[in-house]
């Protein structure tokens, strides 16, 4: 699981390997969109790679530096990315382009929190039907994940100012009722990475 291949399949000769990756310490999983693939990597996070078909090679374009040990991983769009890692959390990172080749390089973290699930499963899709009204929908894009306890859960793609009324009614909620155990929202939900928690924020 240290590479990445890419196969050709042809009627007469079937599958053939035409090009590798080998810059990976055990490649979990995978998923792709164009001639883009994004690796979740055991230890190292996350990377971007693109397929050149004519050159026959793949090559990185970005990576999260971070040493989160990944899960699954899943392609919100073409600069998004949707990460699960062992330690419950889940995250996203962005691909910015920039003047420099160190900023383009780079996925950027976008958002976290602890879901307290360990999510071995990202797939597009819903639970209900889609618009049966037929008006404009809230939620643009919709992704199911499912865990190792059995847990089913979506995660949605929403414009700002929604996503502003409900994080401003998810920290009211927070100040005015006690949840169980009495352990505070924004603790719970704070990224939990081995023994340290970093500050959990919402994906925007």
């Not at 310490?25 to 693109?50: E, T, Y």
Request: charged content about 25%; some cysteine.
């Amino acid at each position: 699981n240290n590479k990445v291949t890419v196969f050709e399949f042809k009627e007469e000769d079937g599958l053939k390997s035409e090009c590798k990756y080998h810059n990976t310490l055990m490649a979990i999983s995978l998923r792709s969109r164009g001639q883009f693939i994004l690796v979740g990597d055991l230890l190292r996070s996350m990377a971007l790679l693109v397929y050149k078909q004519l050159e026959e090679r793949l090559e990185d374009i970005a990576k999260d530096y971070k040493a989160n040990w990944m899960t699954q991983v899943e392609i919100l769009d073409d600069d998004t990315f949707l990460g699960a890692e062992h330690h419950n959390n889940l995250f996203v990172c962005t691909k910015e382009g920039g003047l420099e080749e160190e900023d383009r390089r780079l996925l950027k973290l976008a958002g976290q929190f602890h879901l307290g699930e360990n999510v071995n499963v990202f797939r597009e899709g819903s639970l209900v039907l889609q618009n049966p009204s037929g008006a404009p929908p809230l939620v643009h894009k919709t992704i199911l994940y499912g865990s190792a306890n059995g847990a089913i859960g979506l995660i949605g793609c929403i414009e700002k100012p929604l996503f502003d009324l409900l994080i401003t009614l998810q920290e009211a909620l927070a100040r005015s009722v006690t949840s169980i155990g009495c352990i505070p929202h924004n603790i719970y939900r704070s990224f939990l990475y081995r023994s340290t928690k970093r500050t959990g924020f919402w994906f925007r």
